[in-house]
Nanobody, 123 residues
Framework: VQLQASGGGVVQTGDSLRLSCAASGRRFSNNAMGWFRQAPGKEREFVSAINWNGSSKFYADSVKGRFTISRDNVKNTMYLQMNSLKPDDTALYYC?????????????????WGQGTEVTVSS
């Protein structure tokens, strides 16, 4: 089972990025999935989550209105569209697949993790 996050990069304040998380080895169409991030010297924090069929989404207050999570169960891929990026968004972004079908914002609910993709936003 592998989750591969991609799409990170170095951008300027106000720019956009689209992260992708491709799953291989098994399908996660029945599992909720989420994005977390970890800035240098800080703990990993919740960013956004989506339930198994995409009908329910949840965002951290810090990204609400700027980030959009989505998934394509045919492609076994999840996305995070990040707009109006700020320097505070700079972090290593991880995708994860939850144990169940409903969204969760705690790391303990996610047994499957990708390796992370780095996002750097310069001012």
């Amino acid at each position: 089972v592998q989750l591969q996050a991609s799409g990170g990069g170095v951008v300027q304040t106000g720019d956009s990025l689209r992260l992708s998380c491709a799953a291989s080895g098994r399908r996660f169409s029945n599992n909720a999935m989420g994005w977390f991030r970890q800035a240098p010297g800080k703990e990993r924090e919740f960013v956004s989550a989506i339930n198994w069929n995409g009908s329910s989404k949840f965002y951290a207050d810090s990204v609400k209105g700027r980030f959009t999570i989505s998934r394509d169960n045919v492609k076994n891929t999840m996305y995070l569209q990040m707009n109006s990026l700020k320097p505070d968004d700079t972090a290593l972004y991880y995708c994860a697949a939850a144990r169940g079908s409903m969204i969760a914002s705690v790391t303990s609910a996610y047994p499957h993790w990708g390796q992370g993709t780095e996002v750097t936003v310069s001012s």
